[in-house]
């Protein structure tokens, strides 16, 4: 099974959408339905497949309160690790 698009809503509301662009990269888009004085309210990566874990996680770790709100514990991290890793490896 290839799984190409994905969109998920964080505890804060933030929207993010990771979509499989081709076999070299992927897009992971955060949406704000409103931001703080030094959050942008619309942020996207384009990553390559290839990209180094701890890369991947520094985008993770971003996604990641950008979509809670705050700084989430290591498992909140790694579930959205997880979930950037599976358009990764596709």
């Known amino acids: 099974m290839l799984i190409r698009k994905s969109s998920l809503v964080g505890k804060k509301a933030g929207e ?6 081709d076999f ?3 897009v992971v888009e955060s949406i ?3 931001t703080e ?3 942008e309210g619309h942020k996207t990566w384009d990553l390559p497949t290839n990209i180094c874990d701890d890369e991947l996680m520094e985008v993770a770790i ?8 705050y700084r989430g514990s290591e ?7 997880n979930e950037l890793q599976r358009f990764q490896n596709h």
């Open 16 to 21: 993010i959408h990771i979509e499989r662009v």
């Open 24 to 26: 070299r990269h992927f």
């Open 32 to 34: 704000l339905p409103y």
């Open 37 to 39: 004085e030094d959050q």
């Open 62 to 69: 971003e996604v990641q309160y950008r979509s809670d709100g």
């Open 75 to 81: 498992r909140e991290i790694e579930g959205w690790f």
